[in-house]
């Protein structure tokens, strides 16, 4: 299991990482959502070890991972989203050195290297130079490196950036595989890959955290739109008073189409269901209601809502909550910083 309490870190005057929560329970796939430069990579980097922050803890399978980096780092596999490969070396070699850094004992190193190998499927390719493979074999000795020694946590940073769709399938499919045996983090900002291999998802914006949630808890929230359409056959003056003199309505939208229909689109408070209530007042109107629904969000809808990435709108009050119960508040030194500051180096691989 993995703790993360109160994580912050700051470079100069931004922050990339603000006051950072949540637990990682054991034998799950994680998803870690957000746009680019919301602070995904710099909290995978903390977590692991690899840099430190400004504040905050982090704890692998209860040991902290800056007061016993030793202990805390068995634990854990990491790939980051540049695979920390050395194109000189073949397959075998790599993976080998690789089992030495991270203290296999010597007995079982060999063990590990064919076990690590034949997991992510590339035991044929063992006696190659890494530079002379294809991308998508890169990304699988990256992983190869990741899940030597069999630790309980497996850290990915964007497995499948870069790679075309047959090898983004193929290392979803070995992602699921390693679910079976270790607890898996995976960051993304592609919410197809998150919603296709996660069974929880966290989405972070200018560093905080705004949803933490199942996939299918997330998708009950999107079906509670708080937007409603609905089509008539008559015409705007008609439909207008109808819609505004139902409690809940906020604001409505009205389009008359070629044929005379009207199309609505009527914002509600967050709770409120006028559908019975439009059918019976259009009943008693005589007002033919040809279509009427809550709008559903789309994922990609969802996404926008919680990050802040659509549209600008009006900066809430601090404290504002989401749907989710979730912070909404942004980050104003976010907002104007660069981006996030990337990981190291890709031949720069530590435990």
Not at 8 to 21: E, P
Not at 204 to 231: N, Q, R
């Amino acid at each position: 299991m993995i703790e993360v309490k109160n994580l912050t870190k700051v470079y100069g005057d931004h922050t990339a990482v603000n006051n950072l929560s949540f637990t990682v329970e054991t034998g799950q796939i994680y998803g870690f959502l957000g746009p680019n430069g919301a602070g995904k990579s710099t909290t995978m980097n903390i977590m692991t070890g690899y840099i430190a922050p400004t504040s905050g803890e982090v704890y692998i399978d209860g040991h902290s991972i800056f007061e016993e980096p030793e202990r805390a780092k068995k634990s854990i596999g990491y790939l980051p989203e540049l695979p920390p490969v050395y194109p000189d070396m073949t397959v075998l070699e790599y993976l080998r050195f690789c089992a030495e850094l991270k203290g296999i004992p010597l007995g079982k190193r060999e063990r590990a290297v064919m076990d690590a190998m034949a997991a992510t499927r590339v035991t044929e390719m063992k006696n190659r130079l890494i530079k002379n493979l294809s991308k998508g074999y890169r990304q699988r000795v990256g992983l190869s490196q990741a899940i030597l020694g069999s630790p309980s946590v497996i850290i990915l940073d964007e497995p499948t950036v870069g790679l075309d769709p047959a090898q983004i399938i193929e290392i979803r499919e070995l992602i699921k595989k390693l679910a079976k045996d270790h607890t898996v983090i995976l960051s993304s900002h592609i919410l197809s890959e998150v919603s296709a291999v996660c069974d929880h998802i966290l989405i972070i914006a200018h560093g905080d955290l705004v949803a933490s949630d199942t996939p299918e808890h997330l998708a009950e929230m999107m079906e509670k739109s708080a937007t409603v359409e609905a089509s008539f056959r008559a015409d705007a003056d008609t439909v207008r008073p109808l819609i505004e003199g139902l409690a809940g309505v906020q604001s409505v939208e009205l389009e008359t189409a070629a044929d005379g229909t009207t199309n609505a689109v009527i914002r509600t408070e967050e709770d409120a269901d006028i559908r019975e209530a439009l059918f019976y007042a259009c009943a008693d109107a005589r007002v033919p209601l040809l279509r009427l629904a809550n709008r559903v969000l789309s994922l990609e809808e969802m996404f926008l809502e919680l990050t802040g990435t659509g549209e600008e709108e009006p900066e809430p009050e601090p404290e504002t909550r989401n749907r989710f119960g979730h912070r909404k508040e942004k980050n104003k030194q976010a907002e104007a910083a660069p981006e996030e500051a990337p990981a190291g180096s890709g031949e720069e691989a530590k435990e």
